[in-house]
């Protein structure tokens, strides 16, 4: 079956960085999304990663290795507004994304 | 951008009325818009595919009948929360891709919350 695993909840000191781990198991893959979402709120799209590799925007990256069906987060000098949870999402050969749980980053000051 | 419109941004209702939803992409065309329901502190549920010009596909456990989903041009999917009820109320969400792109990531609207009464 198809699977997105990724831990339910994290805590991180404001400043510092912290790193969101993603393993998936898709039928066919097509790419990896990140998407960040506070609390009331829609998702808002953060990276998209197809190849192998790291992908740096800001103070947000993203990894992804193809081989092990997974893919990691990073975010570095937390700010309190990256309080949130993060949606890890794998596209399958369908191109229908398959939705993890979401990660609850608590930034403490 | 991209940006998907969705509205109405929150609307309360009384039992037993029906509510519609609107889902606009309005920068690219969606043939495939996607209908998402999420409680409090919990992960996007997928409601429904909706597909231009054909009928939507239900995730198991969804009722079609109640939850109409209408998708009439490459910009627009409505759904309409028919006959709801208080255990209808929820946030829901939708989305949609470029067309035009396979790959491309999905847009978001900034959902609707329905309270029904």
């Known amino acids: 079956g198809q699977n997105i695993d990724q831990p339910t909840e994290m805590t991180a000191t404001e400043g510092a960085i912290v790193q969101i781990n993603c393993t998936y198991q898709t039928s066919g893959f097509n790419g990896l999304f990140w998407y960040q979402q506070h609390a009331g709120e829609a998702p808002t799209f953060l990276s998209y990663n197809v190849l192998d590799g790291l992908e740096e925007k800001g103070r947000f990256s993203s990894f992804l290795s193809r081989s092990k069906g997974y893919s990691y987060l990073l975010l570095k000098e937390l700010q309190m507004k990256d309080s949130a949870s993060y949606l890890c999402?794998?596209?399958?050969?369908?191109?229908?994304?398959?939705w993890g749980a979401g990660t609850k980053l608590i930034i403490k000051p | 951008g991209a940006v998907v419109s969705q509205h109405p941004s929150w609307v309360i209702c009384k039992s037993g009325t029906s509510v519609k939803i609107e889902c606009r992409s309005l920068?690219?065309?969606?043939?495939?818009m996607f209908w998402y329901r999420q409680f409090p502190k919990q992960s996007l549920m997928l409601m429904a595919t909706?597909?231009?010009?054909?009928?939507?596909?239900?995730e198991q456990g969804v009722e079609k009948d109640k939850f109409l989903i209408n998708h009439a041009s490459l910009t627009l999917s409505t759904l309409t929360v028919t006959s709801a009820h208080p255990e209808d109320s929820s946030f829901y969400i939708c989305?949609?891709?470029?067309?035009?792109?396979?790959?491309?990531?999905?847009?978001f609207g900034n959902g609707t919350r329905l309270t029904v009464t």
């Open positions: 989305s949609a891709k470029d067309s035009q792109l396979g790959s491309s990531p999905l847009h």
């Open positions: 909706s597909n231009e010009g054909s009928k939507a596909t239900y």
């Open positions: 999402a794998a596209m399958d050969s369908n191109y229908q994304l398959i």
């Open positions: 920068d690219f065309q969606a043939t495939t």
